[in-house]
């Protein structure tokens, strides 16, 4: 009986060591998985490199830079190599310049042709990228980038306008202007008038590009409010539009942050003795004021601009990154009053405490991001508040990547 409790004893004992042993192994198991977690974005980088290579990382190729399957010439990529070249700039990281090179020089063929891009749809969403191309053929003198640039501008020369000068969005978008076009369009059309055409031809560019703005706020500006309808349909016969006006319904933030960012970015390029420019910062400046007083206080902006309380609505990434961008560049370029810098950095201190997150890797995400809102179509977008609040939210969305690198570059973040 003895020896039986003391053998019962030892083994207990046997069992107890054993599991002690078993858990050990594993904490040291599970310490070891967790030091050999590679980071593949250094944390002691600014949150503008950051989250370049975050996208690097999650899109390899950057002609799939909106989770596309298949390269394609579009804005979005445009938008976001954009914000890499300024990275580029800054840094001089080979890395960012081969990935610039590498969208166009996959998509550009030798006689300049761009795949998968049609003249004929007349869409002022495909000029965006042509931004890449005007910084490219600076560097590398290639024909084939002229050539594809020279393509872009044709298809601006007979994009089809509303009665009084205004480019429809888009051939199957007849008689319509979207706040979108305006950043689509006219960087681009600005700098390349500026680079290659001659006096005279490049004063009817410039004057064509002040005319769009023109007609943006003629068109789309709220008298009360100060904010902007997305779009504008001339004709009045698309459902979304109002009978008497031709506005859509409502103040869409990515909307009006596309805007805010084609006027910064094309005073970038339009002459300092043009008289559009005084008009344009005057619009700047009206427009600064209005997204200012729809702030939320946490710094974020709202999905529908104005109705920060109504059920569904949500605090949005993209719009509050373009802001962001907007205003500190409108800052440090003299556009705007200093005090919309305070503004620009409660919005970015916003983003980053409740919209951006970080993986164990390093990798940096940018969260509550509208995946895309527009007008009409097929199945039909009809710009009620319902369909803005339940089109899809994701993370890193180009859309909103794009604009947060520049707004960190221009905040020194």
Known sequence: MIKSKIFSTLLTTTIILSAISCKDVKEKSNEAKEETVIQIVPENLKWSERMMLSEIERFPEATKLDFSDEARWT???????????????QTKNQKYYDYIYAYANTLIDSTGTIDTYKITD?????IKSGDVLLYLYDKTKEKRFLKAMQTLDSQLKSQPKTSDGGYWHKK????????DG????EPFHTKYAKQFMDSAEAEKVYNDVVLQFDLIQKHSRDEKSGLLYHGWDESKE???????????????????GWYGMAMVDVLDFLPENHPG?????????????????????SGLWWQVLDQGNREGNYLEATGTSMFTYTFAKGVRKGYLDKKYLDVAEKAYAALIKDLVTVEDNGVVNLNKCCAVAGLGGDPYRDGSYEYYINETIRSNDPKGTGPFIMASLELNK
């Open 238 to 256: 698309q459902q979304w539009a109002n009978k008497e006006t031709g506005n859509s319904q409502h103040f869409w933030s990515r909307g009006m």
């Open 122 to 126: 007349q869409n002022l969403d495909m």
């Open 75 to 89: 804005y979005t990529p445009g938008l976001v190599l954009s914000a890499c070249i300024k990275v580029y700039e």
């Open 182 to 185: 305006l950043y689509m369009a």
């Open 277 to 297: 420019r005084e008009k344009i910062i005057t619009y700047l400046n009206e427009y600064a004021e209005a997204i200012t007083k729809v702030q939320d206080e």
């Open 172 to 179: 199957r978008y007849p008689f319509q202007m979207w706040l």
